[in-house]
């Protein structure tokens, strides 16, 4: 079983910067593939960003494509999300999510394990 804490939502106004965390529990982090995931209110959730177990390799939806980074340390269990040059678009409630497995596919089924969320408020 493996229990996701995220961390580092909050109000910014646009243009700016916030950096996610997501604070893994249990020995096998570093082998599984880690996502992040957003929904709106009204809206599906809809991918984000994913990494592969080693940090070797990432991918990105297009709408945050250049701004948004993700990342992990497995020394630490934790993956990251920084996100710059903010838009009110960006507005929603954050998840990560784990994969038991190496590698990620980016449709939220795919992803075994949640965590709660933290929320991202972009103001204009």
């Known amino acids: 079983q493996v229990q996701l804490v995220e961390s580092g939502g909050g109000l910014v106004q646009a243009g700016g910067s916030l950096r996610l965390s997501c604070a893994a529990s249990g020995r096998t982090f570093g082998s599984y593939a880690m996502g992040w995931f957003r929904q709106a209110p009204g809206k599906e959730r809809e991918f984000v960003a994913a990494?592969?177990?080693?940090?070797?390799?990432?991918s990105y939806a297009d709408s945050v494509k250049g701004r948004f980074t993700i990342s992990r340390d497995n020394a630490k269990n934790t993956m990251y999300l920084q996100m710059n040059s903010l838009k009110p678009e960006d507005t929603a409630r954050y998840y990560c999510a784990s994969r038991r497995s190496t590698y990620y596919y980016t449709a939220p089924e795919t992803f075994n394990y949640w965590g709660q969320g933290t929320q991202v408020t972009v103001s204009s």
């Open positions: 990494i592969s177990w080693s940090g070797g390799s990432t």
